[in-house]
């Protein structure tokens, strides 16, 4: 599992229900982030890409799309070449566990309204949160509260917001640049925490399954 590069993984919503929408989906590995943003038809700044790589150590590529439909298309053809086939494992916080998680099955229920096709084919895949939970003495829950335990404050100026809720109202106003700071805060927590995990925790001690669909 080690010899697997990490790529973690995180989204964006209009909120929790059926008919609510995807906004944003970022990746991030050793050598940076792919954002991918939805702007539902509203205006984007043409220099958004440059403006929020002022703000990073380690740059993001941002592809910028106007429907959710679009935005899946994109996603869907970056793992295709990028991710799948290779040496790499998917890996989110509370993205899917064995009783619930919030990332894939969200993407799931969006990839259906759309018919489009699963995108991580061939992608191994893993839930921090199940190892923090089992493996380490935290009193935290969430990514950025296990984070700020264990690893540090580090991202905090980074990250606009200091509830996942507010990306919603970011989205609705247009505020794409805090949208996506707040998106590539979580990412790379989510990544920084897996490789924290690696450190201290031996292999058995990871539950990793393949996301390949039955058809």
């Known amino acids: 599992m080690t010899m697997l590069e990490t790529v973690a993984f995180d989204i964006e919503t209009t909120g929790f229900a059926v008919e609510d ?3 944003v989906i970022g990746f991030d590995s050793e050598i940076g982030s792919r954002i991918f943003l939805n702007t539902g038809e509203e205006p984007c700044p043409d220099d958004l890409e440059r403006r929020i790589n ?5 740059p993001i590529s941002l592809s910028v799309q106007e429907t959710e439909k679009d935005l899946l298309y994109e996603v869907t053809d970056f793992v295709k070449s990028a991710l799948a086939h290779r040496d790499m494992k998917l890996v989110a916080y ?3 566990r064995w009783n619930g998680g919030f990332d894939l099955p969200f993407l799931r229920t969006r990839l259906c309204s759309h018919d489009c096709d699963w995108p991580f084919t061939e992608l191994p895949y893993i839930d ?3 190892v923090f939970e089992k493996r380490f003495n935290t ?7 296990v984070y700020g335990e264990l690893i540090g404050h580090g991202l905090t100026d980074l990250d606009p917001f200091t509830d ?3 990306a919603v109202g970011a989205w609705e106003k247009g505020d794409f640049e805090d949208l996506i700071l707040h998106n590539v805060a979580d990412i790379r927590r989510t990544r920084a925490l897996m490789l924290l995990a690696e450190r201290y925790c031996s292999k058995s001690h990871f539950k990793m399954y393949s996301l390949d669909p039955v058809a």
């Open 21 to 23: 929408q995807l906004t």
């Open 54 to 58: 002022e703000h990073l150590d380690r």
């Open 94 to 96: 509370n993205g899917e």
């Open 128 to 130: 921090a949160m199940d």
């Open 139 to 145: 009193t935290e829950k969430t990514l950025t509260g």
């Open 164 to 166: 996942s809720k507010e």
